[in-house]
């Protein structure tokens, strides 16, 4: 058990640890987050992060005080709240299933606990960050999927039935991939209007961001599929009678799957990225449910930059989810390379 | 070589053929037009409206409608821009140059630095200094534009050596043309600078692992062995082939020149196409939604084509095999 638990964090690496530890605390925003993500205090605008401190055997957490309401300067009022663990708080479902109240850590009631400072509604932005996260996870895991397939099914039938259907595939994919990708998304978004439900857009966000994805993967399996064509054990499998889902199911796809791998890991960026930029300009999901990139767009203007420079943690979020999927994808392909199986020939 | 040139730009229409078909659809889908806006403003009359729908046949059925706009469009007319009331072409006329600016001067930047500092910087392939610009673009690679360029405002704001967004400044009207144009340089640092940030990192990758590749071929080893002049190997020999592969990704960039800035335009208030973009599609704007996505269609193709010849052009094994 224990080899493979080293084997398995040798292929993926570092990366794909931290993105494992990343989508289990997503998984369970609920449970972590001391808040739910609209919970609002309009008495605490643009507070600034509190940090618990240790005295008498327990965490304490320092109540802040407003002195400037104008520029919303804080500072501690020198009272303070003891800091529970595994303490009931806002109660919420877990998953829209389980009901619970219970959360990994709270403050006692007047004070409140601000891990990473709260935005202009006093909503506490660490909260907000992983229900956001999740969001990015979902969406960009579900859009993987759906562009996945129709690229791989795209790639596969043009790759290997050739002629007129292959050409025509082609064109599809010229077509999808010669329009600016933002502008795509823009006109595609517009289809249905504002202010619709926040499971609408979020259908229309991932559905138009797959639209997209499936033209450039299924370029790569179609040319996947047009080199293994030509090796001795495909020809061998042709010549001795197998049918094509044989062939495609049994010789080609395995063959493909660590380059699946790769290009499935590479994409994944694309999605957190495009959904962040739609939210960020006020395109993607609305208030008060939290993306990374509605949360990002908080601070467009230079005054929130100044006093609350906390929102861009949205934005390093965002960074460090990207450079993580792309080391993810690095780290597969010299696994692919170098290790076994990476060439193997069914 | 004509006939293959020829043979890709029919394929492009035929592509652009498509892209126009179904645009079209997807307008086409959404629901309400500019026009039912229009209609209720008391101070636009229903004569006007009738008009303007006549003229640009929005009543038509789909097919009709979509043939009205196409006929015209051969004519050089893209259509009337409902939401700034002039002409789709005129305000696309308008935009175009500001982008191009912004982006060119980006390519140019970022080109600039990357190709001299990747050769240099693979010739010592995993020194510090090669490190170090390796993880930096990796940083560039994985920060989306957006959160570069806001970073970027922040930084005009908390420094003042930049102005705050937009493209001019008020100047007393006494101002020369060197001011006005230092001034819009003054403007253009910023936004170029962010962009050329962006694309650096996959520059620096491709170019660094492509001389890496050539310098260990034979014939660079062969062309030492023979005494060349240094300066003759490294152009000769080490960039005509390490460019090479970098060739394709020109293509995409001249193919991004229009559309690949959108965010960074948003962001710093910049007169392009990108801000342009965003409200035609926010208020409907049909034929300049349209227009623009033609525009930016059209030079991604280009961009393509212009590639595959330079590619031609300088690899005669492309040249042989065609």
């Known amino acids: 058990m224990k080899t493979r638990a080293g084997a398995f964090v040798k292929t993926v690496g570092m990366a794909g640890v931290l993105l494992l530890v990343l989508g289990a605390t997503s998984l369970f925003a609920e449970f972590l987050a001391p808040y739910r993500y609209d919970s609002v205090r309009f008495d605490l605008p643009y507070a600034p992060a509190v940090i618990p401190v240790w005295s008498h055997g327990r965490f304490w957490v320092p109540i802040l005080e407003m002195t400037d309401s104008e520029r919303r300067r804080y500072s501690p009022s020198g009272k303070r709240v003891p800091l529970h663990l595994f303490c009931q708080g806002e109660s919420y479902r877990m998953w829209g299933v389980i009901h619970s109240s219970r959360h990994l850590f709270c403050a006692e009631a007047p004070g409140r606990i601000y891990l990473m400072g709260a935005d202009l509604f006093g909503r506490d932005l660490f909260s907000r960050l992983l229900y956001g996260m999740r969001f990015s996870f979902l969406l960009s895991l579900i859009g993987v999927a759906i562009s996945f397939s129709i690229g791989t099914i795209v790639g596969l039938v043009a790759g290997y039935a050739g002629g007129w259907v292959d050409r025509l595939l082609m064109r599809l994919s010229e077509i999808v991939m010669a329009v600016p990708g933002l502008y795509l998304l823009m006109g595609l978004r517009s289809i249905v209007p504002f202010g619709v439900s926040s499971t609408t857009i979020t259908l229309i966000i991932t559905g138009s961001l797959s639209l997209i994805g499936w033209a450039s993967l299924s370029r790569v399996v179609r040319g996947l599929v047009m080199s293994l064509s030509g090796q001795d054990f495909v020809l061998a499998a042709v010549a001795s009678g197998a049918s094509p889902a044989r062939v495609i199911f049994l010789h080609l796809l395995p063959n493909m799957r660590y380059y699946l791998l790769i290009s499935v890991t590479l994409s994944i960026p694309a999605f957190i990225v495009g959904e962040a930029g739609l939210s960020f300009l006020g395109l993607g999901l609305s208030e008060p449910h939290p993306s990374l990139g509605n949360i990002l767009s908080e601070s467009q203007s230079l005054e929130t930059m100044n006093s609350a420079p906390w929102l861009l943690g949205s934005g390093i979020l965002i960074v460090i989810l990207v450079v993580l999927f792309n080391r993810l994808g690095d780290v597969l392909r010299e696994a692919g390379e170098g290790g076994p199986g990476g060439d193997r020939k069914t | ?322």
Do not use: C
């Open chain 2, 1 to 322: 070589m004509m006939r293959a040139v020829v043979l890709r730009v029919s394929h492009m229409g035929l592509v652009l053929l498509g892209i126009v078909f179904l645009s079209f659809v997807m307008m086409d889908f959404a629901p309400g037009d500019f026009l039912s806006q229009m209609a209720m403003n008391p101070q636009i009359s229903p004569r006007v409206i009738a008009s303007l729908k006549e003229q640009y046949g929005l009543g038509l059925p789909f097919f009709e409608q979509f043939l009205h706009w196409a006929r015209a469009l051969l004519h050089g007319d893209m259509g009337y821009s409902f939401s700034y009331h002039v002409p789709v072409s005129t305000l696309i006329g308008e935009r175009v140059p500001m982008t191009l600016l912004l982006t060119a001067t980006a390519v140019l930047i970022s080109w600039g630095t990357a190709l001299p500092l990747a050769v240099f910087g693979a010739r010592r392939a995993g020194g510090l200094f090669d490190r170090s610009l390796l993880s930096f673009s990796y940083l560039s690679i994985s920060v989306p534009s957006f959160f570069l360029a806001l970073l970027g405002l922040l930084l005009a704001e908390r420094t003042g050596w930049f102005p705050i967004g937009g493209a001019r400044s008020a100047l007393p009207a006494t101002a020369g043309s060197w001011d006005r144009i230092g001034d819009l340089l003054h403007h253009l640092i910023l936004p170029s600078l962010t962009l050329a940030l962006g694309s650096f990192g996959v520059l620096y990758r491709l170019m660094r692992s492509s001389v890496i590749e050539v310098i260990s071929q034979p014939f660079m080893t062969a062309a030492r062995g023979r005494g060349l002049r240094d300066r003759l190997i490294f152009w000769r020999y080490l960039f005509r082939n390490a460019v090479n592969p970098l060739v394709t990704l020109f293509g995409m960039e001249l193919g991004g020149l229009l559309s690949g800035a959108a965010f960074t335009e948003m962001i710093f208030g910049w007169p392009g196409m990108g801000r342009l973009m965003l409200h035609a599609v926010m208020t409907r704007d049909l034929y300049l939604v349209m227009g623009g996505v033609l525009m930016g269609a059209i030079l991604l193709l280009l961009g393509n084509l212009l590639a595959d010849l330079l590619l031609y052009l300088l690899d005669p094994r492309v040249r042989e095999g065609t």
